[in-house]
């Protein structure tokens, strides 16, 4: 349309105001649009809250980023265990073994049982005169894994009445947590973790269940029981507690709160011992890593993420679970192919057997222990242990990464009258003498000694359990020479298998 010529030339500017208003206007119009939608909402809030004034908020097991499991969580747990445990109305509940469920009503050791609401109860609390309501709920994750293993979300939800919006979060929610703290420590059940097989696990972004399966930590051995010589116990207790008391001084020095120890020495000197000695000691939990079952170092890390603080985690053999002797240059080169590509072209690692798959190198290990990550959780030992010491690779092992080296020897005398102690409470004894002379020229580990020092039949006392050794020691000198003879190349009398 020709604008001059329908208003005349005059107007035609008077048109081109009123556009330039209109389109102005409508710019206006949508600042009135969302101005009247805000409005509307706030009405609609009003009026949900008249209808409906109660307000929700959720805790959630797993924290937002998917990958450790929510302190929030587990202390709500252990508060509402508590509550519920003493509760006739919760009509539907979950029974667990006392000390066994991670916090809750009553430690027992076993006699007892934690009863926890079960997945849709609902159950009543109050504090200072208000009302407010838990209820527990558990979803499937419609996005199964790869192995068709679908995760569960559980979550706590918690109603009041927005009246109580104030009081619910400066002073409900807080007395819930240190309540649940409270009951998780007086009735923690330390335990004993190991790793899922990184094939079960399930999709890779996945993190919604736990990569660590767990029981109760029960392994009755202690620094009392646990035979060895005074001083080297001693020494051993000293550095624990040294570790234990040091939060502030390795805040100090910038240097994250953990500390490696490596264990080695024959079969049988009591390693694995000396780890529960350790747990026990200190109280903590105890994630035994089997690193066999590890695919990649990515795997590592998660597994490193999903452990709590207050922990030993331990890699038993680890001369064995890797080839870490000495190929770091290689396993270098394998951390820098893709890491977790099914086709890298080199296996750094490769273990056979059932959950062989695996890619870990040296390097991955070596980030595991003592890189950015490892910072991760406080309060925390690592410990190695092995038959083979000169087998594993010098970085692995050195200061900084394991701090203190342990060695776990043959019984000498002093480890031979703690274990005398132990197992026949004897300070003194005749055989004693023999005992001595002997373990001086003959190599028996604890456990075997500990062996022949244990009542086999009622009528066991402390005379036959020595006479016992000192008969094995004997056998063991003889073997010891013949075996010395053979190896010399001298002649043996062919009946008794001696030397002539
Ligand atoms: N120093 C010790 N004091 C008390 N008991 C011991 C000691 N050493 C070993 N034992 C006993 O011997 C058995 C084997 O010990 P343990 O499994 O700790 O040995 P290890 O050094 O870990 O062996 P391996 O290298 O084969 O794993 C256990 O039953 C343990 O109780
Ligand atoms: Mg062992």
């Known amino acids: 349309m020709d604008v001059a010529a329908w208003f005349g030339p005059v107007n035609s500017g008077l048109v081109l105001l009123m556009l330039t208003m209109l389109l102005r206007n409508l710019q206006n119009f949508d600042l009135l649009q969302s101005f009247v939608k805000r409005q509307l909402n706030r009405r609609a809030r009003r009026l949900a809250a008249l209808i409906d004034p109660y307000l929700s908020i959720t805790i959630h097991e797993y924290d937002a980023g998917r990958m450790t499991r929510s302190d929030v969580f587990a202390e709500a747990k252990a508060y509402l265990d508590v509550a519920v445990g003493s509760r006739d109305d919760v009509r539907h509940l979950n029974a667990e073994d006392a000390r066994g469920g991670g916090g809750g ?11 926890s609401m079960a997945d849709g109860e609902e159950v009543e609390d109050c504090f200072r005169g208000a ?8 979803e ?5 894994g790869r192995r068709g293993r679908a995760a569960q979300r559980r979550s706590y939800r918690l109603v009041f009445h927005e009246r109580h919006r104030d009081l619910v979060r400066a002073a409900y929610l807080p007395h819930v ?6 009951f998780m420590a007086q009735n923690r059940q330390r335990k004993l973790y190991t790793n899922i097989p990184s094939s079960r696990w399930g999709d890779d972004g996945n993190y919604m269940s736990s990569l660590w399966t767990e029981v109760p930590f029960k392994h009755p051995k202690t620094f009392e029981t646990l035979a060895m010589n005074p001083t080297k116990k001693k020494d051993i207790i000293d550095d624990l507690d040294m570790f234990k008391n040091s939060k502030e001084q390795h805040r100090r020095v910038g240097k994250a709160w953990k500390r490696g120890y490596l264990l080695y020495g024959p079969p049988g000197t009591g390693k694995s011992t000396m780890v529960a000695a350790m747990a ?3 109280g903590y939990d105890v994630y035994d890593l089997e690193l066999t079952s590890v695919h990649t170092n990515t795997d590592l890390r998660k597994l490193l993420i999903q452990t709590m603080s207050k922990s030993i985690i331990v890699i038993e053999d680890v001369d064995c679970s890797s080839s870490l002797t000495g190929r770091r240059k ?3 080169d394998g951390a820098a192919a893709k890491d977790g590509d099914a086709g890298t072209p080199k296996k750094v690692l490769d273990r056979g057997g059932g959950g062989g798959d695996t890619k870990v190198t040296l390097s991955g290990l070596l980030n595991f222990i003592d890189g950015l990550w490892s910072a991760f959780g406080e309060e925390r030992l690592i410990v190695l242990t092995t038959n083979h010491i000169e087998d594993l690779d010098p970085a692995l092992i050195r200061t900084g990464r394991m701090d203190k080296k342990i060695e776990m020897s043959y019984c000498d005398f002093e480890t031979f009258k703690s274990l005398a102690k132990i197992h026949l409470d004897v300070d003194s004894h005749e ?5 001595e002379e002997l373990l001086e020229e003959v190599d028996l580990v604890p456990a075997d000694v500990g062996e022949h020092l244990t009542a086999k039949n009622p009528q066991d006392d402390a005379d036959s359990c020595l006479a016992r050794l000192v008969n094995a020691l004997h056998k063991a000198k003889d073997a010891a020479a013949v075996v010395a003879a053979a190896a010399n190349g001298d002649p ?3 009946e008794n298998g001696v030397i002539v």
Do not use: I, M, P
Request: some cysteine; charged content about 25%.
């Open 131 to 138: 009302t407010l309501w838990w209820s527990a709920h558990c």
């Open 280 to 282: 026990n000691y200190l």
């Open 177 to 182: 947590r240190e309540q649940g703290r409270t």
């Open 330 to 332: 290689a396993d270098d």
């Open 431 to 435: 055989q004693f003498a023999a005992v």
């Open 105 to 115: 009503g009553g430690g027992g050791g076993g006699k007892l049982l934690v009863l």
């Open 140 to 144: 499937q994750d419609d996005d199964k």
């Open 492 to 494: 043996q009398d062919e």
